[in-house]
């Protein structure tokens, strides 16, 4: 049962034009979600999140939106540049409770094309 | 230098041998993380630690043993290895375990067992 969920294995996106990156989850107790990048061989790396409470947060080229109503959050990087080509890992996280741990989605690889 | 550090970055080991992962950190975050990623799966959390000699079962404990006997030291082994643990090992540090400081992540180890 993944409570976070990525469709898009992968997505091409021309250099210059809008990425958009969509992720679902399922657990309506969720109240914090964030954003990673990775390239080949190195660790994730931390790029945005956003708060239940907040329907968008933005940062430079990178802004998240969340509809909870939906249970989807998006992120949108304008304008794609060729260094953004990476997988993207879409992470929730339920605070409190004892038992805490990020739910990770399966990632979407971007592909920037020249 | 600072940062969180895995050794080693590439292993193969044969089935029912016992492996250790090694992961340092700098920082003093009183969190760390083992996730494993796989194909179609994201990161799948196996042990984590809120402090030393406090550690905790994530998704996928089994077959895993973790010990934080100081603060920046929280190695992984795999007790007897199988071949479905080969996979990419990465750990990861943070200041809370809420995730809205992101998680740091180490480069990864790629283990595979044979």
């Known amino acids: 049962d993944q409570q976070v969920k990525q469709n898009s294995p992968s997505l091409s996106v021309q250099e210059g034009r809008i990425s958009i990156l969509n992720c679902d989850y399922t657990?309506?107790?969720?109240?914090?979600f964030l954003w990673y990048k990775k390239y080949p061989a190195e660790g994730p790396t931390f790029l945005i999140s956003?708060?239940?409470i907040k329907d968008k947060n933005e940062d430079g080229r990178f802004t998240v939106f969340l509809n909870k109503s939906a249970k989807h959050l998006s992120l949108h990087i304008v304008p794609s540049q060729p260094g953004d080509s990476a997988v993207y890992f879409c992470?929730?996280?339920?605070?409190?409770?004892?038992?805490?741990?990020?739910?990770w989605g399966a990632g979407t690889k971007l592909i920037i094309k020249p | 230098d600072a940062g969180i550090t895995q050794s080693p970055r590439y292993k193969i080991t044969e089935t029912g041998r016992q492996v250790t992962l090694m992961c340092h950190q700098t920082?003093?975050?009183?969190?760390m993380f083992w996730y494993r990623q796989d194909l179609g799966h994201g990161l799948r959390l196996i042990y984590y630690?809120?402090?030393?000699?406090?550690?905790d079962k994530g998704e996928v404990p089994d077959g895993y043993v973790v010990s934080r006997s100081k603060t920046e030291n929280f190695p992984l082994t795999l007790e007897s290895a199988t071949r479905s643990q080969t996979s990419v090992y990465f750990c990861?540090?943070?200041?809370?375990?809420?995730?809205?400081?992101?998680?740091?992540f180490g480069s990864g180890t790629r283990l595979t067992v044979v």
């Open positions: 992470a929730a996280s339920a605070r409190g409770g004892s038992n805490y741990q990020l739910i």
């Open positions: 920082w003093s975050h009183s969190y």
């Open positions: 657990n309506s107790m969720f109240d914090y």
């Open positions: 990861a540090s943070s200041e809370n375990a809420g995730g809205n400081y992101g998680y740091t």
């Open positions: 956003i708060s239940s």
């Open positions: 630690s809120a402090a030393a000699d406090i550690t």
